[in-house]
């Protein structure tokens, strides 16, 4: 039982260029969600996906665009990475509908876009 | 609106003191629960303690409680006995249970020392 896994660990992107942050989990959870964090700011929901087939945004989803491939799999899109997405990302799952609410997070990506 | 205050950006407490990281959050929402995350830095965030908005009994784990008080809006953390391994950033979060959002609080950097 993995938990909440994430790739790449890190990256190092050049301004415009794009890439996907793939995340998925083994918990049979419902629920995932991608947040950023960043010094100071503490941990700011991007989008979430509360069931398989449906996203939402959260407080920062400008720049960014997400798949739920599966009831396993949330993926995050940079389509043009700007530096002021140079962060470090985490992604989690909660199994809200059957009471758990309790979220489980990976180990995080750190992106630098320069 | 959901908000979680933490007021001390940063905290040091004496290994085997004890130390309370405080909060505080405003919603007009009845039922939630609260949490506690520590994250040390090996960047993994990990649960600490949880409390149910509806149980007026403060959450207990080892050496890790909590004071919740309803009323206040308020959910401080106390850790006993601290440890080295306690060093992390500590973050306060809470959900309300008609909701998929979590709702963080900016963190607090505790150090032990030795």
């Known amino acids: 039982n993995a938990g909440v896994t994430q790739t790449p660990k890190f990256q190092v992107l050049k301004t415009g260029q794009s890439m996907t942050l793939q995340c998925a989990q083994d918990?049979?959870?419902?629920?995932m969600y991608w947040y950023r964090q960043d010094p100071g700011m503490g941990l700011r929901l991007i989008y979430y996906?509360?069931?398989?087939?449906?996203?939402d945004k959260g407080e920062v989803p400008n720049g960014y665009n997400v798949s739920r491939l599966n009831k396993r799999e949330f993926s995050l899109r940079l389509e043009s990475a700007a530096p002021s997405q140079t962060s470090v990302y985490f992604c989690?799952?909660?199994?809200?509908?059957?009471?758990?609410?309790?979220?489980?997070f990976g180990p995080g990506t750190r992106l630098t876009v320069t | 609106a959901q908000t979680v205050t933490q007021s001390q950006p940063e905290m040091s407490v004496q290994e085997a003191e004890t130390v309370t990281l405080s909060c505080t959050y405003d919603?007009?929402?009845?039922?939630?629960?609260l949490f506690w995350y520590k994250q040390p830095p090996s960047r993994q965030m990990i649960l600490v303690i949880r409390?149910?908005?509806?149980?007026?009994q403060n959450a207990t784990e080892n050496r890790f409680s909590v004071n919740f008080q309803k009323a206040a809006k308020s959910f401080s953390l106390k850790i006993s006995d601290s440890q080295l391994g306690d060093t992390a950033m500590y973050f306060c979060?809470?959900?309300?249970?008609?909701?998929?959002?979590?709702?963080f609080g900016t963190g607090t950097s505790l150090t032990v020392i030795p």
């Open positions: 989690a799952s909660s199994d809200i509908p059957r009471g758990n609410y309790e979220q489980y």
């Open positions: 918990m049979n959870h419902n629920s």
């Open positions: 996906s509360a069931s398989e087939g449906t996203t």
């Open positions: 919603t007009s929402e009845n039922n939630y629960y």
């Open positions: 409390q149910e908005a509806y149980k007026q």
């Open positions: 979060a809470f959900m309300i249970t008609t909701g998929n959002q979590f709702y």
